[in-house]
T-cell receptor
């Protein structure tokens, strides 16, 4: 059965700290791995990773995928209170051609204290 | 602006009642999805639809039903058979095809039992 495991489940840090969020997966028909940030409503897209070893970066956030060891990490440097959210990892799987099915992990709840 | 609109934002259901959650998108996306999110858990797939008049069960379809009569609309009915419907429901869509693309999400509907 396909699954995505995120760790830690929750994390409390102080502003300015650097955090690393982990995502490991066991999937069939892997197409790509996605990271989302969810505050109070809908998840917002952060990164899509398809190739191993290539870091994607957006401001203070970066992410990398290791397809051999089946995991991804999301790094946030110089954290701010606005980074407080649930961070969701998901993999995009291709079932029967055109279907794009997203399987989500449980998420990591990040709280950044002033 | 293009996007996904879910309504209502909050919904209350009485015992034995069916309720329908609306999801409309004007992105011209082919595939649409319904997810359920419970506290401390990630998103779990209820139903998805790749094209009009076709849909498939996800991982937790029992007690739910959907229809896809129009490309832009994918309503979800929570039936009385769903014994624990209290959750946050998210609708998503994607352009479709075999390419890697992130899903776009609506703002969600929070359903509670009276």
């Amino acid at each position: 059965e396909d699954k995505v495991v995120q760790s830690p489940l929750s994390l409390v840090v102080h502003e300015g700290d650097t955090v690393t969020l982990n995502c490991s997966y066991e999937v069939t028909n892997f197409r790509s791995l996605l990271w989302y940030k969810q505050e109070k409503k809908a998840p917002t897209f952060l990164f899509m990773l398809t190739s191993s070893g290539i870091e994607k970066k957006s401001g203070r956030l970066s992410s990398i995928l290791d397809k051999k060891e089946l995991f991804s990490i999301l790094n946030i440097t110089a954290t701010q209170t606005g980074d407080s959210a649930i961070y969701l990892c998901a993999f995009l799987s291709n079932y029967g051609g055109a279907t794009n099915k997203l399987i989500f992990g449980t998420g990591t709840l990040l709280a950044v204290q002033p | 602006d293009g996007g996904i609109t879910q309504s209502p934002k909050y919904l209350f259901r009485k015992e034995g009642q069916n309720v329908t959650l609306s999801c409309e998108q004007n992105l011209n996306h082919d595939a649409m999805y319904w997810y359920r999110q419970d506290p401390g858990q990630g998103l779990r797939l209820i139903y998805y639809s790749q094209i009009v008049n076709d849909f498939q069960k996800g991982d937790i379809a029992e007690g739910y039903s959907v229809s896809r009569e129009k490309k832009e609309s994918f309503p979800l009915t929570v039936t009385s058979a769903q014994k624990n419907p209290t959750a946050f429901y998210l609708c998503a869509s994607i352009l479709g095809g075999a390419g890697n693309q992130p899903q776009h999400f609506g703002d969600g509907t929070r359903l509670s039992i009276l």
